[in-house]
């Protein structure tokens, strides 16, 4: 069974510090990894990765993947309280297809 | 805005009722995905419709079953509700039979009591 595992599952910090997320994965089949963040109901998207060892970068945040070792981070520097939101990771198994395995997520708390 | 609305924003019901939750995709995207996130878990994929037929299915029972519509619309019904089926329900659409990234609505919370 395909399966993504998040952690920390919660996580307070103040404003400033940087945060590391684990996302760890075991799939069938690899397409893709993609970062969401979820501060009411949507999530938004944040970062798609298929390849290992690019990073990719927006403002703030980033993140990579690891396909050997089945893993990802996301990385936000300078935190802010208006970063403070559950942040999930899926993997699409499916070529083609994006039907989605998320993992548990993890609950971020930025404290001014 | 991801231009992916969901109707309604919360709903009621009682156990053994049925329900039709909605969902307008954002246009030209020909792909709507379901997922039903439970409270402290992440999105748990329920089906996928492309072209109005179903293309794949998650691990829910038959008294889940969907729709899509011409206009890319779609609807989750689920019949015979149970206590567990409480939980924000969020449909995703994409372009291009789900190759390109979903984008997600606001979601449904429905309340089983």
């Known amino acids: 069974e395909d399966k993504v595992v998040q952690s920390p599952l919660s996580l307070v910090v103040h404003e400033g510090d940087t945060v590391t997320l684990n996302c760890s994965y075991e799939v069938t089949n690899f397409r893709s990894l993609l970062w969401y963040k979820q501060e009411k109901k949507a999530p938004t998207f944040l970062f798609m990765l298929t390849s290992s060892g690019i990073e990719k970068k927006s403002g703030r945040l980033s993140s990579i993947l690891d396909k050997k070792e089945l893993f990802s981070i996301l990385n936000i520097t300078a935190t802010q309280t208006g970063d403070s939101a559950i942040y999930l990771c899926?993997?699409?198994?499916?070529?083609?297809?994006?039907?989605?395995?998320f993992g548990q997520g993890t609950r971020l708390t930025i404290n001014p | 805005e991801t231009g992916v609305t969901q109707s309604p924003t919360h709903l009621i019901k009682t156990r053994g009722q049925q329900v039709t939750l909605r969902c307008s995709s954002q246009?030209?995207?020909?792909?709507v995905s379901w997922y039903q996130q439970a409270l402290g878990q992440g999105p748990q994929f329920i089906f996928q419709y492309y072209r109005e037929e179903e293309n794949g299915r998650g691990n829910f029972p038959p008294r889940f079953s969907g729709l899509q519509f011409p206009n890319y619309s779609s609807e989750l019904n689920v019949n015979a509700l149970e206590l567990d089926d409480s939980a924000l329900y969020l449909c995703a659409s994409t372009s291009s039979g789900g190759t390109d990234t979903q984008y997600f609505g606001p979601g449904t919370r429905l309340t089983v009591l």
């Open positions: 246009s030209g995207h020909n792909t």
């Open positions: 899926a993997v699409d198994p499916v070529r083609g297809a994006q039907k989605l395995v």
